[in-house]
């Protein structure tokens, strides 16, 4: 079965700095990756994902995601950081049930991130 | 298209009532899911559907049950409600392209059991 790991579980980072918010999964096959963006009150909104091809993911809101096989790390990245970005973070592995039907979807603890102005 | 929609948006129980939760989707995706959020824990699947009339268990399926009698709708049963039920429910739906799948969330059901 697979699992994620998020190490940070929070994180504080001034307006206008880098950012990158680890992710590491176990997975015997190559996994299906996901961020996901929760912000307070809302659901869950879908940052990026990784199926194959490109290991650089680019999504929404500047983020990007970089797959590393041999750290077996999906971390999201942002250059730069605005006050908007302050929420919770969840990386997720998908992979195919035995019987090909669906998806086990695993979810990380998430990540806070904090933004000071 | 309003993607997936869930009612209500908040809810107080008391110990053994029962409600169901529900969960819309209006993109005709086959592949229905059913998570709790605890805090610090990320998200538990509950229960899952990958078609009408299909349901199966997922990891904390106890004290609740599903059906999906439509590719629309997959509604939540809490039969006798317990305090280790409070949560925050999400729905999501999906679907596959090429064995590639991508879940897409409702804005969650809070839900408390005093």
């Known amino acids: 079965a697979q699992s994620v790991t998020q190490p940070d579980i929070h994180i504080t980072v001034s307006e206008g700095a880098s950012l990158e918010l680890r992710c590491n999964y176990s997975?015997?096959?190559?996994?299906?990756l996901f961020w996901y963006v929760q912000s307070p009150g809302q659901g869950l909104q879908l940052l990026l994902k990784y199926f194959s091809g490109d290991t650089l993911v680019q999504g929404i809101k500047g983020f990007e995601a970089e797959f590393k096989r041999s750290q077996s790390s999906f971390n999201l990245r942002k250059p730069s950081v605005h006050w908007s970005d302050a929420a919770e973070y969840f990386c997720a592995v998908g992979a195919l049930n035995r019987d090909n039907y669906g998806q086990n979807f695993v979810f990380g603890p998430g990540t806070r991130l904090s933004v000071l102005p | 298209n309003a993607g997936v929609t869930q009612t209500p948006k908040f809810r107080i129980l008391k110990i053994g009532q029962s409600m169901t939760l529900q969960c819309t989707q209006d993109m005709n995706h086959n592949y229905m899911y059913w998570y709790r959020q605890d805090p610090g824990m990320g998200l538990k699947l509950i229960y899952y559907?990958?078609?009408?009339?299909?349901?199966d268990k997922g990891e904390v399926p106890n004290g609740y049950n599903v059906s999906r009698s439509t590719t629309e709708d997959f509604p939540l049963r809490l039969e006798l409600a317990a305090p280790s039920q409070t949560s925050v429910y999400f729905c999501?739906?999906?679907?596959?392209?090429?064995?590639?799948?991508?879940?897409?969330f409702g804005p969650g059901t809070r839900l408390l059991v005093l």
């Open positions: 999501a739906s999906s679907y596959r392209h090429r064995r590639q799948e991508t879940q897409y």
């Open positions: 997975y015997g096959a190559t996994p299906y």
């Open positions: 559907s990958v078609g009408a009339g299909i349901t």
